[in-house]
Structure formats: C-alpha cells, structure tokens
C-alpha cells in the first residue's frame, strides 16, 4: 500500500526563520506529489505539485518554494517565515489510476 | 476560477439517522469525484470515490453524482458519532490537480 510519511509533526518558528519540511513516499514509483496548506477552519490550498524528479509547479505566488530530489522525496522551504505561514501542511500523493492520498501532515506555527 | 461549494455546517443528525452531505462543482468537464473525511488536527482520509451518474454504494455509505446538475452527494446511513468530522468534497477535470471544496462539519448526536 501506499504511504506518505512527513516530519516534523508540529513545528513552531519564528518570524524570519527558515522553514524545511520534508515527504517521502513508500508503496509506489513515480507518483505525482503535492504540498498542500490548510489553515484553521479553512479549506486546503493547494501551493505546489510536482510530476516528476526536478519538476515543480506552483499555484501560489509566495515566499515558499518546493523540490523533489528524488522521485519519491518531496520538500517545502522558506527562506524567512512570515506570521501568515502558519497553518496545516500537507503532503499527498497521486499515482495513475488511483486517488490522492494524504500524508499525517506538519502543524506548523510561526510567532 | 474552477470552484467546488459546500455547507460549512455543522450539519447535525441524531444516533442512526441519515446524513446527507451535498456539493456543487464549477467545471463541467469534471471526471472524477471524491469524498474525504478528515477528523480535527488529522490529515483528510479518501472515504468514497465516483466517475460516472449515478449512485456507489460502499457499506454504509453512499455517493451519488449528477454530471447535468453538477452535484454530487454523500449520504451516510446509520450515523454514529465516529462519524463525526469534516467531509471534503474534492473533483478532478482529469489534470493533476484535485479541486477541494472547504468542508462541511458533521455532527453525529448520541
């Protein structure tokens, strides 16, 4: 089965601070990785996806960036956090003929 | 800009009632239609999926889609209070990208 595995689980930075998350992908090759936002009582919004090793695409035009190393690692960085960066991060997964799965995801709070 | 609606709620049904949770879509070439549940502080869980008109049936769940009216639903018989979360209603055009409504928030009354 497929897994998606993310670290930390929460995550509290201040302002200014730079930010790494990390994904990684257990269960399938080649999957089509997405970094997601959720903030409080808010829908999930979409921020980044990427088909394939070195190929990033983004939706959002922000002060984070997203790369995929390896065709199953999937990381999110910030160079300096800004208070509106906080929220729920979540890492999911999408390999052809089956549907988006979800990593546990990072609380993330930026003070 | 492609939308997915839903009722933020909270939607609330007594112990074994049905639970009746309903989305509208923008984009009508949309081919693929998704339900998750996603409980407070966890991560969304894919509980349904459907492609075609008409109702699936999974145990106690139901999805129904209208491609003409650009609905779909998911009705839950028999609720419990473990059922009680925020359902997603997500739609794929057959792109990469999954279009996710904002929620609505269930209440399962014992």
């Known amino acids: 089965s497929q897994t998606i595995h993310q670290w930390p689980a929460t995550l509290v930075q201040p302002v200014g601070s730079p930010l790494s998350l990390e994904c990684t992908v257990e269960g399938t090759s080649n999957p089509n990785l997405y970094w997601y936002r959720q903030a409080a009582g808010r829908g999930l919004q979409l921020l980044f996806y990427s088909v394939g090793i070195g190929q990033i695409s983004s939706e959002v035009p922000q002060n984070l960036s997203a790369s995929r190393p390896q065709d199953r690692q999937f990381i999110l960085s910030s160079k300096k956090l800004l208070l509106s960066d906080s929220g729920f991060y979540l890492c999911a997964g999408h390999h052809r003929g089956h549907e988006q799965f979800f990593g546990p995801g990072t609380r993330l709070t930026v003070l | ?110």
Do not use: H
Request: proline share 4%; hydrophobic share 30%.
């Open chain 2, 1 to 110: 800009q492609k939308e997915v609606e839903q009722n933020s709620g909270p939607l609330s049904v007594p112990e074994g009632a049905i639970a009746s949770l309903n989305c509208t879509y923008s984009d009508r070439v949309s081919q693929s239609f998704f339900w998750y549940r996603q409980y407070s502080g966890k991560s969304p869980e894919l509980i349904m999926s459907i492609y075609s008109n008409g109702d699936k049936e999974d145990g106690r769940f139901t999805a129904q889609l209208n491609k003409a009216s650009q609905y779909v639903s998911l009705l839950i018989r028999d609720s419990q209070p473990s059922d009680s979360a925020t359902y997603l209603c997500a739609v794929s055009s057959g792109t990469y990208k999954y279009i996710f409504g904002t929620g609505t928030r269930l209440k399962v009354l014992a």
